[in-house]
């Protein structure tokens, strides 16, 4: 304020000289200089915000972010989209369907890896299904259920009934069953005579190609299960969670596809 005051009395001394509209001009001049100063050396401040009752509580209500060591917030309570994919009940029942689709494919190359690679073993047989007269399952019963089956010289499979009115059904399920070179004797009421010859590179094709169905049979089965699956869940292949759902469906076919290989290498 000193500084303005200093100002105006020097611009009123200097317009003594001057005319009088100079002077009205120069007062004037001099009452903006001294607002404009005044004005400079105001200043406001800004009055704290008041806090009210309800906000505090829901501060207090709100449990604080975790953060991790480095500052940003931590992830620990975050669950992948896969792992919440994989842990839910539909995904583990078509997971369980699939498996047993492909255990069921595994055992049936067993047996046909036995029988490519000479052995004579009872599981030979392991695909016969005997039908029992007045037997209440449809699709029958297995062999070592209605008989014994032995090995004789490593030649020679011998089937034994239990009782003797089913040796003709026995009979009937192992050529119902096509297992290739394998023609079923008669040695008595009660028993059956298998001699099993050496395979040749023929049978080994064929059992081969025969494993090349099932594994097809096998593929269809688990397609079916994984589509189920998709459809139950409302997946399509613009889902964002789709890849997790392919995922399995790829890791049990190439499952399958080992499986098939080695046995391709048993047969030559």
Same mark, same amino acid.
């Given at each position: ?46 009055? &704290? =915000? @008041?806090? $009210? /009752?309800?906000? +505090?509580?829901?501060?207090? *209500?709100?449990? &604080? =972010? @975790?953060? $991790? /060591?480095?500052? +940003?917030?931590?992830?620990? *309570?975050?669950? &992948? =989209? ?187």
């Amino acid at each position: 304020m000193a500084t303005a005051a200093a100002l105006l009395r020097f611009r009123l001394a200097a317009s003594s000289s001057l005319s009088a509209s100079q002077l009205q001009c120069s007062r004037a001049a001099a009452r903006r200089a001294v607002v404009a100063v005044t004005r400079s050396q105001v200043r406001f401040y800004a009055k &704290p =915000a @008041k806090k $009210s /009752k309800d906000k +505090g509580k829901e501060e207090k *209500d709100t449990p &604080p =972010a @975790k953060h $991790s /060591k480095k500052g +940003g917030v931590s992830t620990d *309570d975050l669950v &992948p =989209a896969s792992q919440r994919i994989v842990s839910s009940d539909e995904y583990k029942k078509t997971e369980g369907k699939m498996q047993t689709v492909l255990e069921w494919f595994r055992k049936e190359v067993a047996a046909l890896e036995t029988r490519a690679t000479g052995r004579v073993t009872p599981a030979l047989l392991s695909p016969v299904r005997v039908k029992v007269p007045g037997g209440s399952d449809s699709r029958g019963v297995r062999l070592e259920e209605v008989a014994t089956v032995g090995v004789k010289e490593g030649t020679t499979l011998l089937v034994t009934v239990f009782e003797e009115h089913t040796l003709k059904s026995v009979e009937q399920a192992i050529y119902e069953a096509k297992i290739p070179g394998i023609t079923p004797q008669r040695l008595d009421s009660r028993t059956i005579k298998l001699p099993i010859p050496k395979p040749t590179v023929e049978t080994r094709n064929a059992l081969y190609t025969s494993a090349t169905r099932l594994a097809e049979d096998a593929r269809v089965q688990m397609r079916k299960h994984h589509q189920a699956l998709l459809k139950k869940e409302d997946i399509n292949k613009r889902s964002p969670e789709f890849a997790t759902y392919q995922e399995l469906l790829d890791k049990l076919l190439a499952d399958l596809d080992k499986i098939l290989a080695h046995l391709k290498k048993t047969t030559g």
